[in-house]
């Protein structure tokens, strides 16, 4: 099990998130939602993103590891997430999860998504994702409405990747 990330048993992930207060963003108990979620996506060298119900939380934030970005040292943060926008084109995709460890599948997913949400100090924006990032938004936003990608994926294998740190 990973460290702070509950596994597919955990009724949280099956729960449909509540929203975060608009008047909650910036205040402490979200900071440190965050920063939980970011301490433990960090410990994770295969996860790209997470979602709050994977560290047992049922609000509707999710996380873009700073990975996937050259130029941030911080995670991209999504807080009531909507998206607004998906490409009638499909894709079809490998796909894993952290709460779902070693077991992946084939999904389908549109091949762009846009994504409106709240950043960490309350400003909304938008977010055009295409390719890996489309496919984050909606495992995420998936989550935040209490589905996993198992419950839609073909092809499931067991798979235990590993990943070398030369650090």
Same mark, same amino acid.
């Given at each position: ?11 949280? !992930? ?9 008047? /909650? ?6 900071? %440190? ?8 996506? *960090?410990?994770?060298? /295969?996860?790209? *993103? ?9 609000? =509707?934030?999710? !996380?873009?590891?700073? %990975? !996937? ?19 009638? %084109? ?10 779902? =460890?070693?077991?992946?599948? +084939?999904?389908?997913?549109?091949? %762009? *998504?846009?994504? +409106?949400?709240? /950043?960490? $100090? ?9 390719? !890996?990032? *489309? +496919?984050?938004? +909606?495992?995420?936003? /998936? ?11 073909? $092809? ?12």
């Amino acid at each position: 099990m990973t460290k702070g990330i509950v596994q597919k048993e955990s009724a949280t !992930l099956r729960k449909t998130s509540a929203p975060v207060l608009l008047s /909650d963003i910036g205040t402490t108990k979200i900071s %440190k939602i965050i920063s939980n979620m970011s301490t433990a996506l *960090a410990s994770c060298p /295969d996860g790209v *993103a997470i979602a709050a119900p994977q560290i047992g939380v049922s609000l =509707r934030i999710f !996380l873009v590891s700073k %990975k !996937l970005f050259s130029d941030s040292d911080s995670d991209a943060v999504f807080i009531n997430p909507e998206i607004i926008k998906l490409s009638k %084109k499909k894709m079809t995709l490998d796909e894993g999860c952290l709460s779902v =460890r070693h077991i992946y599948g +084939q999904t389908k997913r549109a091949d %762009k *998504a846009t994504v +409106q949400a709240y /950043d960490e $100090n309350g400003n909304r924006f938008n977010w055009n994702g295409t390719g !890996l990032m *489309a +496919q984050i938004f +909606q495992h995420e936003i /998936d989550h935040l409405n209490g589905i996993l990608f198992i419950d839609h994926a073909t $092809n499931l294998h067991e798979h235990e990747i590993v990943i070398e740190n030369n650090d």
